[in-house]
C-alpha cells in the first residue's frame, strides 16, 4: 500500500473553488424535471395556508410559554421543527422538547394534507429546497421561530442519572423559544468552557446518551460531510467533520423518537423506522477487509465500537468507512395496527425508533405525533392516522427515493462544474471501494477539491492513488478520471 500522504486530511474542512451558479441553475432545473420534483404548490393549498395562517384550525390549551425553550439549527434556518427546555431534576435530567403542532393547521383530507403526502418530505438541492409545506407555514406560523408563540407538541422526557429515559409523554401546548442558536456558536461556546446551563448541559446529557448508544451496541459512521455551500458568487463544494454539538443535539431527537417507538409498541399501533441488523456474512466481509488493509479489529469489538474508532484522517481507515456503509442498508418504515411487527429495531441505533421530530419537512412525523399524544392522553387515535399508517410507509419510500436522487445528481453536477477547468491535471485521491467485477470502475476519494467520484485504472482499497481528469461533461454532471 502506497503511504501516507502528510497532505490527506479529509477529517480537516476542506473548501473548494467558488463555481458559478448561472451554468449550473438549468442543470438543477432538469434534474428536479426528471425526477417529478413539484414545482409549485396548487392554488388551492396556497390559498388554504394563507387561511389558516391567519385563523388556525384549533390551538393547544395548555400554556407553556413560560419555560424559556431554544433552537439548535444550521445558519440561515427558518423550518424549525423542534426547540428545547433541559433542566437537572434531582440527580437525574428533565427533557423537554417542543415539536411543531400541525394539527393546528392542517385539516385531515384538506389540501394541504393531499398536497404534503403527493411530496413526502422537503427536497434539498443546492439553489434551493422545494418544501413539504407552504412556507408561510413552515417558514411563519407553525415554525418555532424566537419570540413567537406557537403550538407545538410537547414530550416531556425524564432521564436518570445515566441519561436512561425513566418516564415519557407528549401533550399540546403553545410554547415560546427564546434563543435560536447555531451548532458552530455552540461548540465554540462550549470549547470556550461556557457557564450557560443549557449548553452545559446539551453536553452533559448528549454525551451520556452516546455512551447508551455504544452500550447498546448501536453504530454511526465517522464519514466527513460533503456539502454545497452557496453564497452571492455561486457554489463552492466542502468537506468538512460534523462538531460535537451537531452530535449532541441529534441525541435529543433520537431520545425522542425512542420514547415515541415505545409508546407505539406498548399500544401495538404506530409506523417505525427500521433497519435489519448486518448479517454474519457482510460483517465477516468488512473484517476480510480491514483485516487486508492492516487495520485492526479486535474479535471481541463490536462493529459500532470499530467504526467509532476509525480516523478519515488515514486512508485505509477512510476506505473502511466508505465501504462500511454496506451495514446501514434495508432502513424502512414499518406500520402495524395490532400486534407487534416482527422487526422493530433502527439496527443503527439499535432501539425501536420512531420519526416524530420534523413534522414541517417530513410527511410521517404528523401522523407519528397525533398517535403518540393520543395514547398519553388515554384518547382514542385519530381515524385519520389510523386510516393513513398503511400507505405511509410507501409514501416515504417515494419521497426518499426522489430526494436521493436530486441530491446524487446536483451534487454530481457542481463536481463538474468544479473540474470543468482542470481537465488533464492530476490530483491526489484516495481508493474507497473497488467494485466487484473487475470493470475497473473505482471509487475514489478527492480531498482538495471535495470530490467524489469514479476511476478507471487498477489499485487496491484503501491505496493512495494519483489520478487524471481525463474529461468533464457538464450537462449530464458527470467526470472521468484515470489511475496513473
Same mark, same amino acid.
Given at each position: 500500500?502506497?503511504?501516507?500522504?502528510?497532505?490527506?486530511?479529509?477529517?480537516?474542512?476542506?473548501?473548494?473553488?467558488?463555481?458559478?451558479?448561472?451554468?449550473? *441553475?438549468?442543470?438543477?432545473?432538469? @434534474?428536479?424535471?426528471?425526477?417529478?420534483?413539484?414545482?409549485? /404548490?396548487?392554488?388551492?393549498?396556497?390559498?388554504?395556508?394563507?387561511?389558516?395562517?391567519?385563523?388556525?384550525?384549533?390551538?393547544?390549551?395548555?400554556?407553556?410559554?413560560?419555560? $424559556?425553550?431554544?433552537?439548535?439549527?444550521?445558519?440561515?434556518?427558518?423550518?424549525?421543527?423542534?426547540?428545547?427546555?433541559?433542566?437537572?431534576?434531582?440527580?437525574?435530567?428533565? @427533557?423537554?422538547?417542543?415539536?411543531?403542532? !400541525?394539527?393546528?393547521? #392542517?385539516?385531515?383530507? +384538506?389540501?394541504?394534507?393531499?398536497?404534503?403526502?403527493? *411530496?413526502?418530505?422537503?427536497?434539498?438541492?443546492?439553489?434551493? &429546497?422545494?418544501?413539504?409545506?407552504?412556507?408561510?407555514?413552515?417558514?411563519?406560523?407553525?415554525?418555532?421561530?424566537?419570540?413567537?408563540?406557537?403550538?407545538?407538541?410537547?414530550?416531556?422526557?425524564?432521564?436518570?442519572?445515566? +441519561?436512561?429515559?425513566?418516564?415519557?409523554? #407528549?401533550?399540546?401546548?403553545?410554547?415560546?423559544?427564546?434563543?435560536?442558536?447555531?451548532?458552530?456558536?455552540?461548540?465554540?461556546?462550549?470549547?470556550?468552557?461556557?457557564?450557560?446551563?443549557?449548553?452545559?448541559? !446539551?453536553?452533559?446529557?448528549?454525551?451520556?446518551?452516546?455512551?447508551?448508544?455504544?452500550? *447498546? +451496541?448501536?453504530?454511526?459512521?465517522?464519514?466527513?460531510?460533503?456539502?454545497?455551500?452557496?453564497?452571492?458568487?455561486?457554489?463552492?463544494?466542502?468537506?468538512?467533520?460534523?462538531?460535537?454539538?451537531?452530535?449532541?443535539?441529534?441525541?435529543?431527537?433520537?431520545?425522542?423518537?425512542?420514547?415515541?417507538?415505545?409508546?407505539?409498541?406498548?399500544?401495538?399501533?404506530?409506523?417505525?423506522?427500521?433497519?435489519?441488523?448486518?448479517?454474519?456474512?457482510?460483517?465477516?466481509?468488512?473484517?476480510?477487509?480491514? *483485516?487486508?488493509?492492516?487495520?485492526?479489529? $479486535?474479535?471481541?469489538?463490536?462493529?459500532?465500537? /470499530?467504526?467509532?474508532?476509525?480516523?478519515?484522517?488515514?486512508?485505509?481507515?477512510?476506505?473502511?468507512?466508505?465501504?462500511?456503509? @454496506?451495514?446501514?442498508?434495508?432502513?424502512?418504515?414499518?406500520?402495524?395496527?395490532?400486534?407487534?411487527?416482527?422487526?422493530?429495531?433502527?439496527?443503527?441505533?439499535?432501539?425501536?425508533?420512531?420519526?416524530?421530530?420534523?413534522?414541517? &419537512?417530513?410527511?410521517?412525523?404528523?401522523?407519528?405525533?397525533?398517535?403518540?399524544?393520543?395514547?398519553?392522553?388515554?384518547?382514542?387515535?385519530?381515524?385519520? %392516522?389510523?386510516?393513513?399508517?398503511?400507505?405511509?410507509?410507501?409514501?416515504?419510500?417515494?419521497?426518499?427515493?426522489?430526494?436521493?436522487?436530486?441530491?446524487?445528481?446536483?451534487?454530481?453536477?457542481?463536481?463538474?462544474?468544479?473540474?470543468?477547468?482542470?481537465?488533464?491535471?492530476?490530483?491526489?485521491?484516495?481508493? @474507497?471501494?473497488?467494485?466487484?467485477?473487475?470493470? +475497473?470502475?473505482?471509487?475514489?476519494?478527492?480531498?482538495?477539491?471535495?470530490?467524489?467520484?469514479?476511476?478507471?485504472?487498477?489499485?487496491?482499497?484503501?491505496?493512495? %492513488?494519483?489520478?487524471?481528469?481525463?474529461?468533464?461533461? !457538464?450537462?449530464?454532471?458527470?467526470?472521468? /478520471?484515470?489511475?496513473?
Amino acid at each position: 500500500m502506497a503511504q501516507r500522504s502528510a497532505t490527506l486530511r479529509p477529517t480537516d474542512p476542506v473548501a473548494g473553488e467558488v463555481v458559478d451558479a448561472a451554468g449550473l *441553475r438549468p442543470r438543477f432545473d432538469a @434534474v428536479r424535471a426528471e425526477l417529478e420534483v413539484p414545482v409549485e /404548490f396548487p392554488a388551492e393549498t396556497l390559498e388554504e395556508a394563507q387561511h389558516v395562517a391567519a385563523q388556525p384550525l384549533s390551538l393547544p390549551e395548555r400554556d407553556e410559554t413560560a419555560l $424559556p425553550f431554544l433552537t439548535i439549527d444550521p445558519p440561515g434556518s427558518m423550518d424549525l421543527d423542534q426547540a428545547m427546555h433541559l433542566s437537572r431534576e434531582g440527580e437525574g435530567y428533565r @427533557v423537554r422538547y417542543a415539536i411543531a403542532h !400541525l394539527e393546528s393547521f #392542517v385539516e385531515p383530507g +384538506g389540501a394541504i394534507d393531499a398536497e404534503a403526502r403527493r *411530496r413526502g418530505q422537503t427536497i434539498y438541492a443546492p439553489d434551493e &429546497r422545494t418544501p413539504l409545506h407552504p412556507p408561510v407555514l413552515s417558514e411563519g406560523a407553525a415554525s418555532l421561530l424566537p419570540d413567537e408563540v406557537r403550538p407545538a407538541y410537547v414530550w416531556d422526557i425524564r432521564l436518570d442519572a445515566r +441519561g436512561e429515559h425513566t418516564a415519557a409523554e #407528549v401533550y399540546p401546548a403553545m410554547v415560546r423559544s427564546v434563543d435560536r442558536l447555531e451548532y458552530t456558536a455552540v461548540q465554540a461556546a462550549v470549547d470556550a468552557g461556557t457557564d450557560d446551563e443549557r449548553l452545559v448541559l !446539551l453536553r452533559e446529557i448528549g454525551e451520556k446518551r452516546i455512551l447508551l448508544e455504544q452500550e *447498546r +451496541g448501536g453504530a454511526s459512521l465517522p464519514m466527513p460531510d460533503q456539502e454545497v455551500e452557496q453564497d452571492d458568487a455561486g457554489f463552492r463544494l466542502s468537506l468538512r467533520p460534523l462538531v460535537p454539538a451537531e452530535d449532541w443535539n441529534a441525541q435529543i431527537s433520537l431520545l425522542t423518537g425512542m420514547a415515541a417507538a415505545e409508546i407505539m409498541l406498548h399500544a401495538e399501533i404506530g409506523i417505525l423506522r427500521t433497519m435489519p441488523e448486518p448479517s454474519d456474512k457482510t460483517l465477516g466481509q468488512l473484517r476480510r477487509i480491514a *483485516r487486508a488493509l492492516g487495520v485492526d479489529w $479486535p474479535a471481541e469489538q463490536t462493529h459500532g465500537d /470499530f467504526l467509532r474508532s476509525l480516523d478519515g484522517a488515514d486512508p485505509a481507515h477512510l476506505a473502511l468507512i466508505h465501504v462500511s456503509t @454496506v451495514l446501514f442498508r434495508g432502513a424502512g418504515y414499518t406500520a402495524f395496527d395490532g400486534g407487534v411487527p416482527e422487526l422493530v429495531e433502527q439496527a443503527a441505533i439499535a432501539a425501536p425508533y420512531a420519526h416524530v421530530t420534523a413534522p414541517l &419537512r417530513r410527511l410521517v412525523d404528523r401522523f407519528g405525533l397525533a398517535l403518540c399524544a393520543a395514547l398519553c392522553a388515554g384518547d382514542e387515535v385519530p381515524t385519520w %392516522v389510523r386510516q393513513a399508517l398503511p400507505t405511509l410507509p410507501e409514501l416515504m419510500e417515494v419521497s426518499d427515493r426522489v430526494a436521493g436522487g436530486v441530491e446524487r445528481a446536483t451534487m454530481d453536477a457542481v463536481e463538474a462544474a468544479t473540474l470543468a477547468d482542470r481537465v488533464d491535471e492530476t490530483f491526489a485521491a484516495v481508493v @474507497v471501494d473497488v467494485p466487484e467485477g473487475g470493470d +475497473g470502475a473505482l471509487e475514489i476519494q478527492l480531498v482538495d477539491p471535495p470530490v467524489l467520484a469514479r476511476a478507471k485504472g487498477s489499485a487496491e482499497l484503501g491505496d493512495e %492513488v494519483t489520478v487524471r481528469l481525463t474529461g468533464v461533461d !457538464l450537462t449530464e454532471g458527470t467526470v472521468d /478520471f484515470t489511475v496513473v
